[in-house]
């Protein structure tokens, strides 16, 4: 029996995007400050120079070194990580469209169990 990945979401709750937190509506209700980005930036920059250095010694670095920092370590990487997070944010909207729809349509949803 094959079950069908899905996606749930609350009814009650609501998908905001938000592409720069420090300067949106929800500024006040944040529990980091803008210097805190900013130190958060530079400790970033400088683990991914250290990997960088790493990997350009012809050293392999630990899993646990990269975790995290991947997607900064070349430009084909980070193009990779929002052609992903693009695919991914998109599957994920449409799932909530469709149940969105199912919901408004009256359409019962199915278990996962009574998929074939």
């Given at each position: 029996?094959?079950?069908?990945?899905?996606?749930?979401?609350?009814?009650?709750?609501?998908?905001?995007?938000?592409?720069?937190?420090?300067?949106?509506?929800?500024?006040?209700?944040?529990?980091?400050?803008?210097?805190?980005?900013?130190?958060?930036?530079?400790?970033?920059?400088?683990?991914?120079?250290?990997?960088?250095?790493?990997?350009?010694?012809?050293?392999?670095?630990?899993?646990?070194?990269?975790?995290?920092?991947?997607?900064?370590?070349?430009?084909?990487?980070?193009?990779?990580?929002?052609?992903?997070?693009?695919?991914?944010?998109?599957?994920?909207?449409?799932?909530?469209?469709?149940?969105?729809?199912?919901?408004?349509?009256?359409?019962?949803?199915c278990d996962?169990?009574?998929?074939?």
């Amino acid at each position: 029996m094959k079950s069908r990945k899905s996606v749930t979401f609350s009814e009650t709750s609501t998908m905001v995007m938000v592409s720069n937190l420090s300067s949106s509506l929800y500024k006040q209700s944040l529990w980091f400050t803008q210097s805190d980005l900013d130190l958060f930036e530079a400790d970033n920059i400088r683990h991914v120079n250290a990997v960088r250095s790493i990997v350009s010694s012809r050293h392999r670095p630990g899993a646990e070194d990269i975790l995290g920092v991947e997607k900064f370590l070349s430009l084909e990487l980070t193009q990779e990580y929002k052609v992903r997070r693009l695919r991914l944010k998109r599957a994920v909207l449409e799932e909530a469209r469709w149940q969105r729809w199912r919901r408004v349509s009256g359409i019962p949803t199915c278990d996962d169990n009574d998929m074939d």
